[in-house]
Structure formats: structure tokens, C-alpha cells
């Protein structure tokens, strides 16, 4: 049989190259080899780095010029001053890599326009199309009263899965006209519009030239280091967001990748041949190497083919001329792992002192996927082992062996150390009582070298579950330890334990991963105007949908998130896609409110008004129309620098509403110090205030006590119809609950909106 496998595994040269040849074109084709290709790249830049030209100069909006302003986005008019004294330093070209669409206030839309009409040498940013591959729309020109002093650039482009850009367009269309591109303006090199070319990411980003935009406003710069030079203005802060992925650097503005794109075209015109050309370089040499007779051959001619392919483009990328290497690897890798699998593929699969196959074996064998796995363990296996001669140990597997045949002498068994034995059965075969027989053969002592030795066996089993046969041995092999300690014969091993432990195990980190993946989503539950019997605003609830478990309940990864602090990326997550969405439904529905849950815990994150302001500018959306539920009270503590940051977003704008009001520390203590404009009574109260007479009090004094203090109160957990004329009775202002609508999808929440509009209208 291992010869008849031998004899098969080698393929003569011309259909291992055909089926070389097609894997390859696939391969190329669906792009399989993007990553790597990625890191290749990226190695090979380091060997010719090199510096920018220093004729384009980065006018950085950092964190000091964002402190110097206080907010973002700047009015204006800091725009126009910049813009004015670059004009007087003598700025070639000055460049906004910074939205400017729609108005903003006349008097520093005013300023601007002046500014931008006496440099006379301006260009603002326009977006045409931003997104993946697949791309995701988003246009917009600047205002039109700029745009009569300045030219006009797309900032557009395309990224990948890493949030990498690694082809900058020279153009792109917006309407019926053709934008030339920031760094094709810069470089003034042009192109017809839909052509690219590849960013030479082996200029070093540090060496641009660069100057706080603070240092501007304050006009504390020398002027010759702009002078007779195009300046570009962008952000630089990760605060404000436009980051992206810089291939051998890391996280930077997207204005970098502007800025290296135009030093690219002046270099020169950048040349992509893609991957076809060293692909059919490689299947020749695929072909001389197959055809070598002697391994150190094939090794010379296929080593000596990979070693081109890695350097060779090194060279040619230093005159910027780009070359795809992954195909053409691929075929040389497939041809040699091939060549060589014969000569490997027996070797580390045979236990040494049996001569039987070893557990490596056993994780190679697929038929053994769709059978019931059987360990065996010799639990004094070690101490016996020890005190045996020389040859001791073969004769007592000898005799192990033997037994465990009893009944199927046609057996494979595999064989691991420390008297590990293992093997396959079929799943519909009553096994339990053979291996019961099995252990009371081995209540009979063995004998070896005319000792007799007691043994002492336990039996674990693995019916199967999907898993890897490593994960399925492992399984059974703890199964037979819990017989051992259980006094038992044998046992199954219980797959739901071990899935809850390793669900808990690594919950949180699944969770970062899910909200990366799109696997979290925001569902909307309406909330009801009392008085008007409308639909005024929403709770955004976070939803998590997991591929193999389904939807996981909010209670147990939003509790374990808050308690192991890793509650903000989720947060900035459902803070995103609520104000979108609150923005979107405004359009159509004015005076829409958006609640978001805020756990007590993120008010001590310094960055969370920066990051806020700068959503609710993102997304055009009145602070007004933003509620922030504050959730865990008790983790505020008696911290001053909460309450400060409380006070800071009520400040700009925002609401804020105490969550849960009657339970825990959300009481009288904390409705003095919270800066709150709503309560919000927790469903405890409100499911049983028509049957408990405790809880309609607790609601109506709730309701009292915050209307003479001048705020206004939410039910939530509304889910009979009772419950809501009760609520309307005690004069409570607006009702969440099931009885009004359950927790739904955006487009769901659009369609209610719009047909109780439709009915009001009737």
C-alpha cells in the first residue's frame, strides 16, 4: 500500500505544469494573493527608501492647532487666516484637503472667499466617489461662492481591506465633468479620467516637509520654508479621523498619501505590468525545474527562480516600474512542495518504538472525520515504563497492542508516547460494551520479562462534532482522564462544556472583531409622544448576530463589555450609525430625536467630546436632536472629572437622560449632580404599575418630582396597552416599550414614520 502511494503521488512533469498552470490563472484571477502581494511590496520599498522632493509643504490641523481653536470643524474664517498669511509668505499653491460643502455662517464664509480670491492661487477639495473596491458614494463640491475664487481637486480614491491606498486616480468624474486629482494638480501631470497609477510608498512620509497649522494662525513660522512652495493643508489627528493605512509606516492622515502620489508623478510616470509577464517567466522555469532528475537540481533552478522573483522587482520598482510577484510564486511554491511531497510525506508519521503510526498519522486520516474517535490511556503507563529493561518496553507495547485487538485483530491503532493509543470506529457500532471487555482484559496482569505488571487503562470517546481531528483526540483524551477520575470504564466527552468555556472565554475579543466585520448592527425601538400620539424619536440598541451562535442577548456581551472596560469601541460604533440615522430620518421627519446608551464609564475618556462633535458635524445633525442615556450611575463615583465631562456635552448640546431611574444609585443623590434634562423610569416599575399600587406611586411621584424640576420623563418597558392610558393619566411624556413597537431595523423604522404620516395626513 505505501508503495502503491509513493507511485501515485508523483505526476509526470506535463500534467503536474497543466494543473500548475490552471491553479496559477485562478489564483491571479480572484486576486487570492493580495495580502502577501501587499507585504512583499512593502518589503521591498525598504530597500530604496528615499526622500521627498521638499517642494510640497503639509500644513498639519494637529492636536495643537486643534486645541488652539477649541472645536471642529473651525469656523471659516481660521481657514481665511491661514489661507492669508501663506499668501504672504510667498505660497506657490495652497491646497485644502478639508471639506468646505455647503454654507456656513456670511460673515466668514465672507472672509474666506476674500481670502481665497487675493491668493489667487487656491484649490479646495471635492469628493466624487470614496469607498472599496465596490466603492460607496459620496458627492459633493464646495460651496459654490468659494469655488468662484479657487480651483477644484477630487480627494477621492479607493481603498483596501487594510485601509490601505495603494493606486491614486489621476482624475475622476463628477456629473459630466472630469476633477483632476490633488496630487495630479500638485505634480501637474495628467491623465484621462479613470486611469491610475501606483503610489511609490518607498519616499519616506517623515520627510516631508511639515508645519502646525497653530504656528500659521499664530504667524511663529519662517516664511521661506513655504515660500515659492505648494502648500497643502489637511488634518493630522486622530481625533478628527481621515486615517488611513501608509504601507511600511502605519496610521497617517490621508493627507500623506496626497502628498506622496504628487512626489510619485514627479519623479517620474509610474508603470504597472501586473502579474501575467513573471507568471509565464515562472511556469518556464517551473518546467526546467520539474524536468531535473536529482532534487539538488530541481532546488538550484526553483530557488534560484524564487530568489529573482523577490528581487528583481526591487529593482525595477526603484525606476517605477510595478510588478505582481504572488502568481508567479505560487507556481514555483506548487511545483516544489509537489517535487519534494514524496520524498517527505512518510516521514514523522510512524512511533519509532512500535512501528505503528503515530498520532500525526491519525491527524492526517480523513475518513476518520465521519467516525466516532476512541483514546486509550495506560494511566501508570510512565512508572511502568521506568522500571522495565532494556528491550522492556517493546514487548510491552507488544502485549497492549494485542489486546486492545481483541475482537477487530484488522484494527489500525495509533500510537502516541506516555502509553497513549487511539483509533477509529464507526458511530452506528454499539462500542460501550466492547470497551468495557477491553477493560476487564486489562485487569489480567501483563508479563514481560517474566514479570507479571499491572496495568490500569480509562477509555474516552469523541462521536464527532465538525471539529479538527486534533481538537477531536484532545476531546477524547480529556473524556478518558474524567473516566479515570470518575471511577469509570469509559466516557463521552461532553461537547457543551466545552463550547460555553470557550464562548466566555473569548467573548470580547470576538466582539471587537464582530463590530469590524459588520456582524453588530443597530436596531431603532420608537418612542411615543404621550400628549400628540406621534412617533418622536428612537433608542439605538446594539445587535449582535453571530455567524455560528445567532443573535447573542444584549444583556450578556454589553454587561461583560462595561465590566472588563471594553465598552467604547462599541459605543463610538452605535454613536456612528445612530447619528447617521438620526440625520437621515431628519430630512424627511424634522425634530426626530436619537437616544444612545452611555455607559457612566466613558466619561472619563478625555477624547469622547472631540470624537463627538466631530460625528454630529460628520452627519449634519442639531446636537439638540441627540439624547445620551447615561447607564451605571454608580461607576461615576464621586470623580469630579465625570461630572465635568457631563457638564461639557451638555454644553454642546446634547441631552442628557438618566437611565434607569429608580434602581441602584440612580436616585435623588445623583438627580442633584447630573446635568440631566430627562429621566428615564426603569421598566421595574412601569410593567406592574397597573397591578401594584407601590409601583403607580413610584411612577406618578417620579413623574412629579422631575416636572417641578423642569425635565421630562420616559417610560420605558410599555408592553400592554393598559400600562400606556395609565401612563398618559399620570401625565408622563413620552412611552418605549413593546405596546408602541419593538426594537427595529432602519428601513423598518422609515416605513413606520412614513405611514404615520400618511394616516395624520388623512
Known sequence: MQARDQKTSEWPPLKLLLWTAIAGLIFGLIGFGEIAEDWFRVARNKLHVHEASGDIVLVKIDE???????????????????TNALTDAGAARILFDVGFLGASTVEDDQQFAQALKRSNNAVLAAWTRVGRSAGEHQEGMPHQDLMAHA????????????????????????????????????AGRFAPNGATYMVDYSIDPSSIPAISAADILKRDFDPNLVRGKDVVIGTASNTIGDIYFVPGTGQMSGVHIHILGAETLKAGKPVYLGWIILFVLALIAAAVGSTRKTMPRQAVVLGTAAFALLVVPALLEANLIYLDITPALFVIALVAINLTWRRFRQRGLVNATSGLPNLSALRTNRKGRDQALIAARILNYAE????????????????????????????????????????????????GHHLEALYALFRNPAKVSGQQIDLSISFGVEIGSGRSLANRFGSALVAADEAAHDGLKWKYHDPESLQDASWKLSMLSQLDAAVDKGEVWVAYQPQLDLRTRRIIGAEALARWTHPEKGPIAATEFIAAAEQHDRIGKLTDFVLEQAIASASAINRRHPDFRMAVNLSARLLNDQGLLLRLSAMLARHRLA????????????????????FDMLAALRDLGVTISIDDYGTGLSTLEYLKKIPASELK?????????????????????????????????????????????????????????????RPVSLESLNKRLAADRNRRVA
Open 623 to 642: 446636537p439638540q436632536l441627540l439624547t445620551l442615556e447615561l447607564t451605571e450611575t454608580a461607576a461615576l463615583g464621586s470623580s469630579g472629572g465625570a
Open 151 to 186: 480651483e477644484v481637486a477630487s480627494i477621492s480614491w479607493r481603498y483596501n481591506y487594510q485601509n490601505a491606498v495603494w493606486r491614486l486616480p489621476y482624475a475622476s468624474q463628477w456629473k459630466d465633468q472630469s476633477i483632476p486629482s490633488f496630487s495630479a494638480v500638485l
Open 64 to 82: 495643537e492647532a486643534l486645541a488652539q481653536v477649541g472645536r471642529w470643524p473651525w469656523p471659516r474664517r481660521y481657514h481665511a487666516q491661514l
Open 681 to 741: 423610569i426603569d421598566q421595574s416599575f412601569v410593567k406592574g404599575m397597573v397591578d401594584n399600587r407601590s409601583d403607580r406611586l413610584m411612577v406618578q411621584s417620579t413623574i412629579a418630582l422631575a416636572h417641578s424640576l423642569g425635565r421630562k420623563v420616559v417610560a420605558e418597558g410599555v408592553e400592554r396597552s393598559e400600562i400606556l392610558e395609565a401612563l398618559s393619566e399620570v401625565q408622563c411624556d413620552v412611552a418605549q416599550g413593546f405596546a408602541i413597537g
Open 384 to 431: 511502568v515504563a521506568a522500571s522495565l529493561p532494556a528491550n522492556g518496553e517493546r514487548q510491552l507495547i507488544g502485549q497492549i497492542v494485542s489486546r486492545l485487538r481483541v475482537g477487530a485483530p484488522e484494527r489500525t491503532l495509533y500510537h502516541g508516547d506516555d502509553g497513549i493509543f487511539a483509533w477509529f470506529e464507526e458511530p452506528r457500532v454499539p462500542f
